[in-house]
Nanobody
């Protein structure tokens, strides 16, 4: 099994920035897609951003132009740079990945990190 450890969440004023990171660790695994989802209180989990191993990205409409996803394949780490934060960005942010151990494919989730934006 691959473990994901998230960091970088916190409390920030509207208009500010945060940078989230998520590092994957384990034995003999290959990562394909990595990304970020978020879940606000009382709401369902929604897409924030994803990136394939080939570098293709997808962003949720509400974060386009403000958030940027990146990944360091050598370190098995995915980042989310969040700029121009708004109170409606307040949520628990979860990193996700698809990976293989041998021929078996898995989906993994981080523990979640709280992002709170105040006005």
């Amino acid at each position: 099994q691959v473990q994901l450890v998230e960091s970088g969440g916190g409390l920030v004023q509207a208009g500010g920035s945060l940078r989230l990171s998520c590092a994957a660790s384990g034995r003999a695994f290959t990562i394909n897609d990595m990304g970020w989802y978020r879940q606000a209180p009382g709401k369902q989990r929604e897409l924030v951003a994803t990136m394939t191993s080939g570098g293709r990205t997808k962003y949720g409409d509400s974060v386009k132009g403000r958030f940027t996803i990146s990944r360091d394949n050598a370190e098995n780490t995915v980042y989310l740079q969040m700029n121009s934060l708004k109170p409606e960005d307040t949520a628990v942010y979860y990193c996700s990945l698809t990976y293989k151990v041998g021929r078996v494919e898995y989906n993994g989730w981080g523990q979640g990190t709280q992002v709170t934006v105040y006005s």
